[in-house]
């Protein structure tokens, strides 16, 4: 368990975290597709995304990146606890979407820890690496830097 910045700074540029297995389903696709207007055919229409180059249905890339913090709430691997009041997403620094999640398949997440800086003496800020990958395919389906903080 790491509890202080100090200790946690010690983990830079080391993985600190693989998740669970998550299947991607139609049934979460659709629902993507619903909350945000995205009904684009590749993504919820079977029978015609079966005609294209990927086969059938895939995941759109923005769930998978969404699923980054219930990815990480699946992880095994460092435990972080500083005490901290409140935890928050601050932002992205760069996302790359470099191959499908067909639907049926499985993902998982792994975590690098990239840098941690103190922010006023009032946070701790992380950017990790968050890389989802797709079980039994080579390259991953989504690579993003993400930056958090907790706030103390």
Excluded at 52 to 58: K, M, Q
Excluded at 86 to 105: E, H, Q, S, T
Excluded at 112 to 137: C, F, N, P, W, Y
Aim: overall charge neutral; hydrophobic content about 40%.
């Amino acid at each position: 368990m790491v509890r202080t910045v100090e200790e946690l700074k010690q983990l830079v540029g080391e993985e600190i975290g693989v998740s669970e297995w998550v299947e991607i389903t139609q049934e979460r696709v659709n629902a993507f597709a619903d909350a945000t207007g995205d009904h684009q055919y590749i993504h919820v229409d079977p029978e015609r995304a079966k005609q294209t180059f990927f086969g059938g249905t895939i995941a759109h890339g923005f769930l998978t990146l969404s699923l980054i913090p219930y990815l990480g709430s699946l992880s095994r691997g460092v435990k972080i606890d500083l005490g901290g009041k409140m935890a928050v997403n601050y932002g992205l620094n760069r996302v790359r979407f470099p191959a499908p999640v067909r639907v049926g398949k499985r993902i998982r997440m792994r975590t690098k820890l990239l840098s941690v800086e103190e922010v006023d003496g009032r946070a701790v800020q992380m950017t990790h690496l968050r890389t989802i990958e797709v079980e039994g395919e080579e390259k991953p389906a989504c690579v993003a830097e993400t930056i958090g903080r907790i706030y103390f």
